[in-house]
């Protein structure tokens, strides 16, 4: 049974600070579900196809995970089956891992692993999760290959897939939050990190060790059916623009007509715990930092899915939900930055112009906060300009081409401060639709950055600090201090002039802990962590 739940599009707002600017959409892109009794809920897992049907491995079936061990990451929330699911009718068959050897059931059942599928073979790189042969939480140093059409038969027929299933150890393969991808014969490794011990919020406690690579790691591979090995194995290092993990990288086409990828976004910056904005080209020429461009809607992983027009030279790579620095507010009609990241429910989409100029714009919303470490599935018949990038010129009416599958939904924007667990692991599908023939009134909204900003110093702080803002219009800035419960703790404001300014503050015995600042002027709001010390 299908429900059309959602047809993506937006009345257009007028704002008096002209943050947005009105454009045509060359399509529309139209939502809905897809209704199959027992399907997995699943977030961060890896995925393959043969002939529409689905292999599902890895990832975890509770929500956002927690911040203090032991619950960070509990043994219970790991996805402990092999699923094939067919769309097309409706089947779902599971095998359990425990029926594997540990030296395979163990990075089969992590989370966040980095895969890439070549033809009939599904390459798996590291993944986070629980050992029992270590006896902690760790970042698997394996590599996998797996004969794809082999184990999802395997699994069909009752059998167990071990067979086809082969793994090599390399403590150079131990990453997680990357992406996989082959070019030539050389795969890739992009970015990403290695994460041993106990998740915690902080990292002074001795739970775990963290390290960003930091580098794009490239490797050929030998597999001939039996005999696996690496070769030819060298390094890209990077230190300012490559210290990312879980965001997205997605195929294109440029301006020139190349083929490539772009790294959109990603986190932690080493200075602050917020997001790269602007991303990063990998072309044949090598690597390319577009840091004239800032992406805002869109900077963890999601689904994503890329569509090239060639009559125009324009690609837009879309963005369904996730996790953002920045949100639109259908009730307030603004655009809201929040530093902590919050769930979004927004559709962007990025457009790669014809000269290769970039532009975000706001298309419309996902049913609820859902989207994050989802998966975008292509079509097996989708139409294709480059692997992996929709053909907009061979859509002819209203196409299905792909799905959304999985992911994280939460019941509100920040949950990460108060209780994770309100969140869930998705098992709903979404069908993906092109319509060249969308209403003619849906009209997309260009982003083009808020011309509000705000710094908190000292931060931690004894309770007396500064706030330095920068404003390109005059008004009343108001400024409401609460808990991590959402408490008031106290109200100011001040009628200030653009350009830039200093507000200070000074608390009366405060209470040590985590506080947030939310400072608006006009129809823009920025939400910021302090702590009190």
Known sequence: MKCKILVLCLIIFTLSDKIFAQVPAPFTVELETLNISGIPALHSFANATWQDKWLLIGGRDNGLHGFLPPLSFPNSGQNGNLTVLDPQTGTVVQFSVSGLPDSIKEPLQTSNMTFFQDSNLLIIVGGYGYSDTAGYYLTHPALLVIDVPAVIQAIENGQNPASSIFRITDQRMAVCGAHLIKRGSTYSIVFGHRFDGTYDTSDT????????????????LFFDGDSLAIDNYSEIIDSSYFRRRDYNLVPQIFEDGSFGYTAYSGVFRPDENLPYLFPVDLRDTGYLVIDTFNQYLSNYHSAVMPVYNSADQELYTYFFGGMAYH????????????????????????????????????????????????????????PLSGPGIVDYQSIQGRTLVGYIYGGIVSPERNISQTDPSLSEAVNTIYEV??????????????????????????????????????????????????????????????????????????????????YFIKCSIGNQSITKKIVIE
């Open 205 to 220: 406690t001795g739970f775990f060790v963290q390290n960003y690579t930091y580098a794009i790691r490239n490797f050929e």
């Open 327 to 382: 949100y639109f507010d259908t009730l307030t009609q603004t655009v809201v930055e929040d530093s902590l990241i919050p769930f979004v429910n927004s559709v962007s989409y990025i457009e790669r112009a014809s000269d290769g100029s970039l532009r975000e714009y706001l298309s419309g919303s996902m049913p609820d906060l859902l989207g994050t470490n989802a998966q975008f599935i292509l079509k097996s018949d989708a």
């Open 433 to 514: 639709y092109i319509n060249p023939d969308g209403p003619s009134s849906i009209k997309d909204i260009e982003v083009k950055g808020l011309g509000f900003s705000v710094e908190l110093l000292p931060n931690p702080s004894s309770g007396k600090f500064i706030l330095n803002y920068f404003s390109k219009n005059a008004g009343i800035l108001g400024i409401t201090l609460f808990t991590v419960l959402g408490e008031k703790v106290c109200e100011k404001s001040e009628i200030i002039q653009s350009g830039s300014g200093v507000f200070p503050i000074e608390l009366n015995n405060p209470e040590t802990g985590i």
